[in-house]
């Protein structure tokens, strides 16, 4: 079984910082991408941040500059989010495609979504 357990989310005005983690844990083969999606209010859930295999990143064209996603050896990623605005206002949620050991297969795993509101 793996869980992913999310952090860091809250209440911020706008042009300030949050951070937020996202640890795997449990019977892990390996880990072939891992990132944060949002979902706003109406709208459907898109990527803002991942590592693909290859340790390649990926950013959304709506936070470059602004987010960061760095990632330790514990199977840990974080997502420092500075210069928020209005419009990253959503939940976040942490997602991963690994293989555990007792899987031939790769399998998609959630966590439970932290909200980040950014208003004044």
């Known amino acids: 079984q793996v869980q992913l357990v999310e952090s860091g989310g809250g209440l911020v005005q706008p042009g300030g910082s949050l951070r937020l983690s996202c640890a795997a844990s449990?019977?892990?083969?390996?880990?072939?991408?891992m990132g944060w999606y949002r979902q706003a209010p109406g709208k459907q859930r898109e990527l803002v941040a991942g590592f693909i295999s290859g340790g390649s990143t990926y950013y959304a064209d709506s936070v470059k500059g602004r987010f960061t996603i760095s990632r330790d050896s514990k199977n840990t990623v974080y997502l420092q989010m500075n210069s928020l605005k209005p419009e990253d206002t959503a939940v976040y949620y942490c997602?991963?495609?690994?293989?555990?050991?007792?899987?031939?297969?790769?399998?998609?795993?959630w966590g439970q979504g932290t909200q980040v509101t950014v208003s004044s």
């Open positions: 449990g019977s892990i083969f390996s880990i072939y991408a």
């Open positions: 997602h991963t495609e690994l293989r555990t050991r007792s899987s031939a297969s790769r399998a998609d795993y």
